[in-house]
């Protein structure tokens, strides 16, 4: 049984570009929430989807966007890039209305230079 | 805003040695995650707590959250070096709400 899914597993971009990362979640789980994780801190919570709908939102610009399809995989979209943006982004997959903890992927390194 | 300090932010030991980490937050959760997560992967869920008190065992790790449900702990007995890496806490506060992690503690054990 396949985990969670993320794609690609690295990535290096320009400053000032857009990247689009992937993300496919374990077989039988609906939800989905993307994290970022800086070096040397935990992960931060960017959104939730729920239902092709974004759920919840963290701390976050507008440049930081998503999408759910009807299989229930995942995009993250980040525009105009900045340094600050370099982070580990992990998807989080899990069953709709649960209080158990996720299941993650194991991320995709973005580099901004 | 919700809080999660964990404590201490290193740790280094030796094999056989016993250790333990904390998670603590001004606020209450309604359940408590940990999370093991090694250098370039995602983290691994542990276990979850819910109860005030509770008390869960995983082979030589022992999960306790607290009264008050606004704190828990980990404990290792006879640490291995196989038990180094980044161990995160995380709180829900509801129902598939999001996870509020800490910065993790970076447990070392040394052969």
């Known amino acids: 049984d396949a985990g969670v899914t993320q794609s690609p597993t690295h990535?290096?971009?320009t400053r000032g570009q857009q990247v689009t990362l992937r993300c496919?979640?374990?077989s039988g789980h609906d939800t989905v929430s993307w994290y970022q994780?800086?070096?040397?801190?935990?992960?931060?919570?960017?959104?939730?989807?729920?239902?092709?709908?974004?759920r919840q939102r963290?701390?976050?610009?507008?440049?930081?966007?998503?999408?759910?399809?009807p299989n229930y995989s995942s995009e993250l979209n980040v525009n105009a890039l900045l340094l600050g943006d370099s982070a580990l982004y992990?998807?989080?997959?899990?069953?709709?209305?649960?209080?158990?903890?996720y299941t993650f992927g194991s991320g995709t390194r973005l580099t901004v230079v | 805003t919700q809080l999660l300090e964990q404590s201490p932010?290193?740790?280094?030991?030796?094999?056989?040695?016993?250790?333990?980490?904390?998670?603590?937050?001004?606020?209450v959760f309604s359940s408590l995650q940990w999370y093991r997560q090694e250098p370039g992967e995602g983290p691994v869920l542990l276990v979850t707590v819910v109860t005030g008190g509770e008390v869960k065992k995983l082979k030589r790790l022992t999960f306790q959250f607290g009264d008050a449900r606004k704190d828990s702990s980990l404990h290792i007995t006879a640490a291995q070096p196989g038990d180094t890496g980044l161990?995160?806490?995380?709180?829900?506060?509801?129902?598939?709400?999001?996870?509020?992690?800490g910065d993790g503690t970076t447990l070392t054990v040394k052969p």
């Not at chain 1, 994780?37 to 939730?48: H, K, N, R, S, V």
């Not at chain 1, 963290?58 to 399809?69: I, K, L, W």
């Open chain 1, 11 to 13: 990535l290096i971009k």
């Open chain 1, 24 to 26: 496919s979640p374990k």
């Open chain 1, 37 to 54: 994780q800086a070096l040397g801190q935990g992960p931060q919570f960017i959104f939730q989807y729920y239902e092709e709908e974004e």
């Open chain 1, 58 to 69: 963290g701390n976050f610009p507008d440049r930081f966007s998503g999408h759910q399809f």
């Open chain 1, 90 to 101: 992990l998807c989080a997959s899990s069953p709709d209305r649960n209080n158990y903890g």
């Open chain 2, 9 to 27: 932010q290193f740790l280094s030991i030796q094999e056989g040695e016993n250790l333990t980490v904390y998670c603590n937050s001004s606020s």
């Open chain 2, 87 to 101: 161990y995160l806490c995380a709180g829900q506060s509801t129902n598939a709400g999001k996870s509020t992690f």
